[in-house]
């Protein structure tokens, strides 16, 4: 596997392989990667002659300055994890490299998107990801890039902020990839002590009750029933709940034939904030 810090090392290197026709697939990471990232280089390397993963933890998305300082950071067992599973290339930019003496985000319009569900709770968070995505684009240029289904919002934003930049790459979004306990993988799950590891499991539990619930129930009762479950939970804290559309993430007002909807939460578990998302049935 090929290392590189710098912009114009990996530029280089990667117009060197464009030119002799070569697809590249891109996934981009904060590191700390787990089965879930391993599965979205699975399928880039399916798909591309050449498969770039990004480890850069981005300033500029984080609203809490603690969660920065301590996101995990365990890049000896990263590069390990990479080359056993043959990527080809790792970007491991410095914060100057990428920001000079800058760190700061673009404004985006999302269209909206923004405001939603994630966009109330964490202020400046998807300039922050569109910013750090945008720029990773100009330097990378794959042909396709993979997304975890978990962050379903910020797979939208960057979908769309695709689409309004004519950005000429594919974005694959994959499904969620899930501890045994039913709890989706995080690399912020191995901040969480043992016993909220365990009761978090009781996050995805509640999201299969809804996705049942959703073929019977109004929005509204499931929201309450929701709610009231996390109420007398000892070790969790519900930060939202809500059933909402694909497309424009809004919250369902009544059930359309045509549309898709999904069940989004996030939930405390002490201080790790954790989120997950299922698809519904209707
Ligand atoms: O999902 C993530 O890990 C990050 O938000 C991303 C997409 C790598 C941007 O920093």
């Not at 990667?14 to 391993?38: F, Q, R, W």
């Not at 902020?161 to 950005?167: F, Y």
Request: proline content about 3%; charged content about 30%.
């Amino acid at each position: 596997m090929k290392i590189f810090n710098t912009k114009q090392e990996i530029k280089s290197y990667l117009t060197s392989k464009k030119e002799d026709n070569k697809t590249i697939g891109y996934v981009p990471t904060m590191g700390a990667l787990h089965e879930g990232h391993l599965s979205l280089i699975k399928k880039a390397i399916e798909k591309n002659d050449l498969v770039v993963v990004s480890i850069f933890v981005n300033p500029t998305q984080f609203d809490n300055q603690d969660d920065l300082i301590k996101y995990p950071k365990t890049i000896e067992n990263d590069t390990k994890l990479l080359e056993s599973v043959s990527c080809d290339v790792l970007f491991l930019p410095s914060v100057e490299e990428i920001y000079a003496e800058n760190i700061a985000s673009e404004n985006f319009d999302f269209d909206g998107l923004e405001h939603q569900m994630e966009g109330k709770f964490r202020n400046g968070h998807f300039n922050g990801v569109g910013t750090i995505i945008k720029t990773l684009f100009e330097i990378i240029t794959p042909n396709r890039a993979y997304f975890g289904q978990k962050d379903f919002q910020q797979l939208q934003i960057i979908k769309k902020m695709v689409k309004k930049n004519r950005i000429p790459v594919k974005i694959k979004g994959c499904p969620i990839f899930r501890e045994e306990n039913g709890l989706a993988m995080s690399s912020r799950n191995t901040r969480l002590s043992k016993e909220h590891r365990t009761e978090a499991a009781f996050i995805y539990k509640i999201l299969k009750k809804v996705r049942y619930k959703f073929n019977s129930e109004e929005a509204n009762k499931i929201n309450e029933w929701v709610e009231s479950q996390f109420k007398e939970h000892p070790y969790l804290k519900l930060e939202y709940f809500t059933i909402a559309e694909e497309k424009t993430l809004k919250t369902i007002e009544s059930k359309e034939y045509h549309k898709k909807y999904r069940a989004f939460i996030a939930v405390f578990a002490g201080d790790i904030r954790l989120i997950d998302n299922i698809r519904l049935k209707h």
